[in-house]
């Protein structure tokens, strides 16, 4: 059974950069990818980007130009860089793991989420 | 840009059916978008009720269905129950790696 944990500071002042890590447990394979999405408060869903193991990533072309994902296959850990961040990047970020196929399934485990505010 | 849409919110009575869907802006959705569908309850995670049009996620109960109805994905809920009462995401495939959830539905069940 796979499990994520986000991990990271509640708190980033605005035009910093925004560092977030995802620790999985409980194995992968190669199947797997590795997504970061967000949920401003009160608000719905927004898929952030996502990185293979292989390293290839894909991001919301909204976000692009802010966001890095890397991942470290040794640590069991991926990353979420967004830099240049103001008050409406204030949500829940939750990672979750896809799994590719022929009935890919994009979003198939998820963290329980961290609330980062943006704040001076 | 294309926008996923959901209907914002949506009733249903106790032991009732509802359906809620997801269209797109500007077209039609086909099996190609592999539709996705997601529960959540406030303060929680989402959960994977559906994905790639209609396969259940295990532990999902065979009362939430998934399907193409006319030119939009549709998740279809069958005897409603109280604990029915959520939002629910849909998400669609746009190609090269992008993935576009919809606003979602926020389901009262009374």
């Known amino acids: 059974q796979v499990q994520l944990q986000e991990s990271g500071p509640g708190l980033v002042k605005p035009s910093e950069i925004l560092s977030l890590t995802c620790t999985v447990s409980?194995?992968?394979?190669?199947?797997?990818?590795w997504n970061w999405i967000r949920q401003p408060p009160g608000k719905g869903l927004e898929w952030i980007g996502h990185?293979?193991?292989?390293?290839?990533?894909s991001y919301n072309p909204s976000l692009k130009s802010r966001v890095t994902i890397s991942i470290d296959t040794s640590k069991n850990q991926f990353s979420l860089k967004l830099s240049s961040v103001t008050a409406a990047d204030t949500a829940v970020y939750y990672c979750?793991?896809?799994?590719?196929?022929?009935?890919?399934?994009?979003?198939?485990?998820w963290g329980q989420g961290t609330l980062v505010t943006v704040s001076s | 840009q294309t926008v996923v849409t959901q209907e914002p919110s949506f009733s249903v009575s106790p032991g009732g059916t509802v359906t809620l869907t997801c269209g797109l802006s500007?077209?039609?959705?086909?099996?190609?978008?592999?539709p996705s569908w997601y529960q959540q309850t406030p303060g929680q995670a989402p959960r994977t009720l559906i994905y790639?049009?209609?396969t259940r996620s295990s532990g999902v109960p065979d009362r939430f269905s998934g399907s193409i109805l006319g030119n939009k994905a549709a998740l279809t809920i069958t005897g409603a129950q109280a604990d029915d009462e959520s939002d629910y995401y849909c998400?669609?495939?746009?190609?090269?790696?992008?993935?576009?959830f919809g606003g979602g539905t926020k389901l009262t069940v009374l």
């Open positions: 500007s077209g039609s959705v086909s099996t190609t978008y592999y």
């Open positions: 979750a793991r896809g799994l590719t196929g022929t009935t890919p399934r994009p979003f198939d485990c």
């Open positions: 998400v669609l495939y746009m190609g090269s790696g992008i993935w576009v």
């Open positions: 409980g194995g992968s394979s190669s199947s797997d990818y």
């Open positions: 990185i293979y193991n292989s390293g290839h990533t």
């Open positions: 790639s049009t209609n």
